[in-house]
């Protein structure tokens, strides 16, 4: 009998993974702390005069804030657990390579996390469409943004949890992104008067920024392409890194 392809073993494993998310109350939970933030946040800004004017506000920090507690909850401990839980025991045991591993249970978080964005973003479309009567036409662009900046959330997230415990790894992107990185870009760009391009969460700034460039705006942010290649490298060279360090890491 042959062996399913790895595409398809990916897929299954991405399966399982969602319905550990939905057993375990996670993706639940943050679909309701989603839900809610984005209503507050809708009646917070509620007072814009235009639909760019609401969108530049909407779609930037607390979009930032959302994104980013979606990848650190849902990546931080999914590779660490099946070492740290001795499941990895049974899963490596099975003719499935690490790297499908990997692959599997990051679409079911990629997923998780594009439910989360597209929760945020529906809610900020129809308070725009009841409110002003239609959205801006680059909002497109700025949801696009969204993803890709998620998937490089999600993805240096998964190498922290490659390499360190459940526990440690959610703490350490945590704190990498509320703290290290914007601690870092604060610095540099008021302190120093050097553009942190190369931070991520620098880049995060082009969310809202999309909508509209020639509006004034109240925070920094890098040129569009620069925050493109800038989030890729990050998603691509960390998801490698995690490949390689979950193919090398060690049951214990």
Known sequence: MALPSSLRQAGTVA??????HLKGWR?????????????LAVKGMGGAGSAVEFSKGFF?????????IAGVVLGGDVLASEF??????????????????????????????LLMISIFY??????????YGGVPATLLGSLGLAI???????SLTFFFSSIMGGTGATMLSFFTFFLIM???????????EVEPWYLLTYTSGTIGAFIDPSVQINYTYPDFTVSVLVMLAYLIGALILCAIATKRREMR
């Open 182 to 192: 914007p601690f870092l870009q604060s610095f540099l760009l008021y302190e120093m």
């Open 60 to 68: 930037s920090i607390p979009a930032y804030f959302l994104i980013t």
């Open 148 to 154: 890709l900046y998620g998937c490089a959330v999600l």
């Open 84 to 113: 740290e839980r001795k499941t990895g025991y049974l899963l490596f045991s099975n003719p499935m390579r690490r790297v499908t591993l990997v692959a599997g249970k990051f679409t079911a978080s990629f997923i998780s996390v």
């Open 122 to 131: 529906l809610t900020g479309i129809v308070f725009m469409l009841n409110t």
């Open 15 to 20: 399966k399982y993974e969602l319905w550990k």
């Open 27 to 39: 993706l639940i939970g943050l679909v309701m702390l989603v839900t809610v933030f984005s209503v």
